[in-house]
C-alpha cells in the first residue's frame, strides 16, 4: 500500500469513528454517552478509537468540527460566485436548510451542545464554533456589500442589519426544523427559502395598511 493510499485508509476510518459518534452523542447526549458504545457502532477494537482521538472530549470536539465542515464543502460546492449577490443569499439559505433537513443527526448533537451547557466549559469548541460562525457573516456581509455596489441591495440600510436579519430567519427556521420529529421535505426546504428571502427583500408590511 502506497503512502497516499495509507493516508486515505486512515482519514477513511478517522471519518467512519466520527460518523458513528455522531450516532451516538445524537441519540445519547455528550455526558451519558459511552466510548464503548461509539466503538461498537463502529465497529472496531477500542484501542482502534485512541489512534485517533486522545479520550471522549476531543472525539466529541472533532464530530462537531466534522459537521461543521461537511456544511462548508457543500456551500461551497453549491454556491455559484458569479450569479448575482441576491442569488447568492437564495443559495445560502438553501444550502444550510436542506442539509440539516437530510441529516436529522446533526439535530442531535447541537442540542447536546445547547442543552448540557458545553459551550461554557469547552472553550476550545466555543472558540472554533465562533469562529466559523464569524467567518459566515463576514461572507454574507461582503455578498450584501457587493449588492449594494451593483445595484442589487439598497444602500440605505446597515450591511451589519441585513446580515443578522438573513443569518436570524435562516438560523431559527433551522432551530425548528429540528424540533420537528419528521423529516423535512426538499420541496418544503424550497418553500422556506422563498419565505425567507420574500421576507428579507419585500418586508410583511401589507401595502394597503400604509395606504
Known amino acids: 500500500m502506497s503512502k497516499t493510499e495509507k493516508l486515505y485508509d486512515k482519514e477513511k476510518k478517522r471519518i467512519n469513528i466520527m460518523q ?3 450516532k451516538i ?3 445519547k447526549g455528550y455526558s451519558p454517552a459511552a466510548v464503548d458504545e461509539v466503538v461498537r457502532e463502529a465497529g472496531i477494537a477500542k484501542g482502534t478509537l485512541y489512534l485517533y482521538f486522545q479520550d471522549k472530549e476531543d472525539l466529541f470536539f ?3 468540527m466534522y459537521v461543521f465542515d ?3 464543502s457543500n ?3 453549491n454556491i455559484n460566485e458569479s450569479a448575482n449577490p441576491l442569488e447568492i443569499l437564495e443559495s445560502l439559505a438553501f444550502c444550510q436548510l436542506q442539509f440539516f433537513s437530510q441529516n436529522r443527526d446533526f439535530f442531535g448533537i447541537f442540542q447536546t451542545v445547547l442543552n448540557e451547557n458545553l459551550l461554557s466549559t469547552h472553550k476550545k469548541m466555543f472558540n472554533e464554533i465562533l469562529k466559523k460562525k464569524m467567518g459566515l457573516l463576514d461572507y454574507e456581509s461582503k455578498i450584501v456589500d457587493r449588492g449594494k455596489r451593483e445595484g442589487f441591495i439598497r444602500k440605505d440600510i ?3 442589519d441585513i ?3 438573513f443569518d436570524g430567519m435562516v438560523g431559527n427556521t433551522i432551530k425548528l426544523m429540528g424540533c420537528s420529529g419528521d423529516p ?3 420541496v418544503n426546504v424550497e418553500n422556506r427559502v422563498k419565505s425567507i428571502m420574500k421576507i428579507l427583500l419585500q418586508g410583511v408590511a401589507d401595502k394597503k395598511g400604509w395606504a
Do not use: D, G, K, P
Request: hydrophobic letters at 55%; glycine letters at 0%; charged letters at 10%.
Open 20 to 22: 458513528a459518534a455522531l
Open 25 to 27: 452523542f445524537s441519540r
Open 62 to 64: 472533532s464530530t462537531i
Open 70 to 72: 461537511n456544511l462548508a
Open 75 to 77: 456551500m461551497e460546492s
Open 158 to 160: 446597515e450591511t451589519q
Open 163 to 165: 446580515v443578522i436579519s
Open 184 to 186: 423535512v421535505a426538499a
